[in-house]
């Protein structure tokens, strides 16, 4: 089962077991992970989901889609090379251990 680290931008560290095909987005709403406001329920229509992904975990994550791209232009808080929206990001195994950084505001 995939262990997943949120760092909260205070610095403070939340660490779940997922189970293996739950998003990144799920996890932190089933964890309350208040950050994470995921307003339209994970169907890409929004970008309240965003956070940033360590880097050391970005080549192991699935490749930005064309329509998550476009997303990412929305975000509040700044987008930088390691900016996700955690709708698209599936946990598995080979990701288990991995570190999402949570953003300071998500409107």
Do not use: W
Request: with cysteine.
């Amino acid at each position: 089962m995939p262990k997943v680290t949120f760092v909260r931008p205070s610095g403070d560290e939340h660490t779940v077991d997922v189970a293996p095909g739950t998003s990144v987005m799920q996890a932190a709403v089933a964890n309350g992970i208040t950050e994470v406001v995921a307003e339209c329920g994970g169907t890409l229509a929004c970008a309240t989901c965003h956070v940033y992904v360590a880097g050391e975990f970005l080549q192991a994550v699935s490749p930005i889609s064309p329509d998550e791209e476009e997303m990412l232009d929305y975000t509040a808080a700044e987008r930088t090379p390691c900016s996700r929206l955690s709708c698209q990001i599936a946990l598995a195994d080979e990701l288990d251990g991995i570190v999402i950084h949570l953003p300071a505001e998500q409107y």
